[in-house]
């Protein structure tokens, strides 16, 4: 992920761990992302780094909201990320989740130059049919903001998954103009999705000599 350093006014690359890869002391959490706890009373509850058919690479990251309570959550927390007030952000995440009764929240928390919540912007999801979806939050950071940190939780039903994979969080501008459209390409260089400004989500698939076969929509 590139940032944009307030105070240097250049752009500073930050390890985000976007692909949960990493986990240099060993203890089954992925690095940047080893804040975790369970806010209720269930039994058996976890986050690990798990193997389990990842969006890519060998790992993802799995949150277990545990047994016995329905109102339980278990919870993930990045480590700060350093960003610039006013400036308009997108983050995406792919994540995985059945989800009939419960929910899958993810939260982008504003912190200001002080350490204080000064904000948090909240989006909830269920009924993934346990399959990857990838999911895009735009939004434009409050002007008093240095950092924010992002949050997964899941729980509302007993025994909820949520899987994690490929978080990236990227600088659109620093104007805090929300009204772009997106394009993301894939190995070929081929735009394969198109993100617009109210949400929408075109998925586009080509065959083996690069013509367009399908032109789907995913998200209305």
């Known amino acids: 992920m590139l940032i944009l350093d307030v105070d240097k006014v250049e752009l500073t690359q930050i390890d985000m761990n976007e692909g949960f890869e990493k986990d240099e002391n060993s203890n089954n959490l992925p690095d940047f992302w080893e804040t975790v706890w369970r806010n209720g009373t269930?039994?058996?509850?976890?986050?690990?780094?798990?193997?389990?058919?990842?969006?890519?690479?060998?790992?993802?990251?799995?949150?277990?909201?545990?047994?016995?309570?329905?109102?339980?959550?278990?919870?993930?927390?990045?480590?700060?990320?350093?960003?610039?007030?006013?400036?308009?952000?997108?983050?995406?995440?792919y994540?995985?989740?059945?989800?009939?009764?419960?929910?899958?929240?993810?939260?982008?928390?504003?912190?200001?130059?002080?350490?204080?919540?000064?904000?948090?912007?909240?989006?909830?999801?269920r009924n993934g049919a346990w399959s990857w979806k990838a999911h895009y939050t735009r939004f434009v950071v409050q002007p008093n903001v240095a950092s924010i940190r992002i949050r997964f939780a899941v729980g509302g039903e007993v025994g909820a998954y949520l899987d994690m994979d490929q978080v990236r969080?990227?600088?659109?501008?620093?104007?805090?103009?929300?009204?772009?459209?997106?394009?993301?390409?894939?190995?070929?260089?081929?735009?394969?999705?198109?993100i617009y400004p109210n949400g929408k989500?075109?998925?586009?698939?080509?065959?083996?000599?690069?013509?367009q076969v399908q032109r789907k929509i995913v998200k209305e």
């Open 95 to 125: 994540l995985r989740y059945y989800l009939p009764e419960g929910q899958a929240v993810v939260s982008i928390i504003q912190i200001d130059d002080k350490g204080n919540n000064v904000g948090e912007i909240h989006n909830g999801y």
């Open 169 to 194: 969080l990227r600088l659109l501008n620093t104007q805090g103009n929300l009204n772009i459209v997106h394009y993301e390409y894939n190995q070929s260089n081929e735009v394969k999705r198109i």
């Open 201 to 211: 989500i075109v998925e586009i698939e080509y065959d083996a000599n690069g013509n």
């Open 42 to 93: 269930s039994t058996n509850p976890f986050a690990t780094i798990a193997p389990y058919e990842p969006v890519d690479g060998k790992y993802h990251y799995r949150l277990f909201n545990g047994l016995d309570d329905k109102d339980s959550f278990m919870y993930a927390l990045s480590d700060p990320i350093p960003v610039l007030g006013g400036a308009a952000y997108e983050f995406s995440s």
